[in-house]
């Protein structure tokens, strides 16, 4: 079967993906069109919603379009950044009965210099082109309607209806984006009794509402959080939230009575509860932040690198299933915006502290130009995947280069910080 690989963040799927992938099938330039959003962009692209949330978005996309398109998560699977020549052969491993062709459009036309391997993937692949209107022209191309997912998003996060959306892809966004204050776990989403979020600054949209401002204090915007909680399930209080002090270390709370928005409860930098209503936060402005999820209970977690050293996430994941007499392959963990590789510059020792903790150094160490560049997404993924953990997933965000992230790094000590919270809304789950 001929199948044309149309690959893309797909942030959201919009009317353009829908007609290139009739048109794909009707022309007979293939038999088959899979649509495979990418779970890492290579070439830095922000702000990407969670990658089953955009699987999900195809998926309806698919089902509007007709039988003959699929969506193919393989790139979950493979090695981080998702590179297109990988993905490609990876397909073509995985289904040796199908030929492969690349679906392309003409604007990333001028792009290839910075691709992995684009004369193989020319040589191999035989790409499609397809034209964008707004972009240049080329002889023999079609040329499509210029729909932006960039214009979409930023309609939803001002709350107005977006152009360009198919009614079944609309639904879910919808439910992702309407009257929720942050960013987004698909995984985390399909728990029905579990509500999450991670958080930004007011810069960006609707969406970005908690900024906790320098440092925590008596008056933590309790407006902000009326507005968070509120976004996510009416019946949640201010009043139960469960805030830590948090001192970089490896203690965790258990069932710690909520101190509300204005108080902390506790040093420490986890929390676990069984009880439905009880809001676990934690506060993040580089390092990062860790969502679970199991059959009994949840966990909030904040993890820098000193933190990830002490061994705080393994502490987590064992006090949340001793909470819940659940087993680590049990737990969803959604690991939320925090500083990434590419621009997380630090040096020999932060990678050697992580090292010595167990987590190897092909997974933890990024060579930068200048010097070594820690990556706290890998080092948390391993030690998460070492602990046992079920599934873990990533809700993307650099936080040293997005504009609607906190960023002490960044910003100094006038850096704000971004809230992330998760509670169970239900007992009997």
Request: aromatic residues 6%; charged residues 20%; hydrophobic residues 40%.
């Amino acid at each position: 079967m001929r199948v044309a690989v149309f690959g893309g963040s797909f942030n959201p799927p919009h009317v353009g993906h829908a007609l290139v992938a009739g048109w794909l099938h009707w022309a007979e330039h293939a038999d088959a069109v899979w649509l495979v959003p990418c779970a890492d962009h290579p070439l830095g692209k922000r702000g990407l919603e969670g990658f089953e949330a955009r699987a999900e978005w195809c998926r309806a996309l698919a089902d509007a379009v007709g039988p003959w398109v699929r969506v193919e998560t393989i790139e979950q699977e493979l090695p981080r950044p998702s590179y297109t020549i990988r993905t490609l052969e990876a397909l073509s491993e995985r289904y040796p009965e199908h030929t492969f062709r690349l679906v392309v459009g003409a604007d990333i036309l001028e792009q290839v210099d910075e691709w992995q391997d684009w004369a193989g993937i020319e040589q191999r692949f035989s790409p499609i082109v397809v034209g964008r209107a707004g972009h240049r022209s080329l002889p023999g191309v079609v040329e499509f309607p210029r729909v932006s997912s960039t214009e979409i998003r930023r309609a939803l996060g001002r709350g107005e209806p977006p152009t360009g959306v198919l009614p079944g892809v609309q639904r879910l966004l919808g439910d992702a984006y309407a009257g929720a204050p942050m960013r987004r776990s698909g995984l985390l989403q399909r728990q029905s009794h579990v509500v999450h979020g991670f958080g930004g600054s007011r810069g960006g949209g609707r969406h970005e509402v908690i900024d906790l401002g320098p440092r925590p204090r008596g008056d933590l915007r309790r407006e902000m959080w009326e507005v968070a909680l509120r976004g996510v399930d009416a019946s949640l209080s201010t009043e139960n939230i469960a805030l830590l002090d948090q001192v970089h270390g490896a203690h965790v709370l258990v069932d710690p009575r909520p101190g509300g928005c204005a108080s902390t409860v506790g040093q420490a930098d986890a929390v676990v509860s069984t009880q439905a209503g009880v809001v676990l936060a934690v506060r993040t402005a580089d390092c990062v932040p860790v969502l679970m999820s199991a059959p009994g209970g949840v966990a909030a977690v904040h993890a820098g690198w000193r933190g990830v050293v002490a061994g705080v996430l393994q502490a987590a994941v064992e006090a949340l299933c001793e909470a819940t007499g659940c087993a680590p392959s049990d737990v969803i963990a959604a690991v939320g915006p925090h500083a990434s590789a590419a621009h997380y510059e630090t040096g020999p020792e932060v990678v050697e502290a992580m090292v010595r903790a167990g987590v190897p150094r092909e997974k933890v160490c990024f060579m930068g130009p200048r010097r070594e560049h820690t990556n706290l997404r890998g080092a948390v993924t391993h030690v998460l995947e070492a602990a046992g953990v079920g599934t873990v997933e990533h809700v993307s965000g650099c936080t040293l280069t997005d504009a609607d992230l906190h960023s002490h790094r960044r910003d100094g000590e006038l850096a704000g910080r971004q809230a992330s919270f998760i509670a169970r809304v239900s007992c009997t789950s």
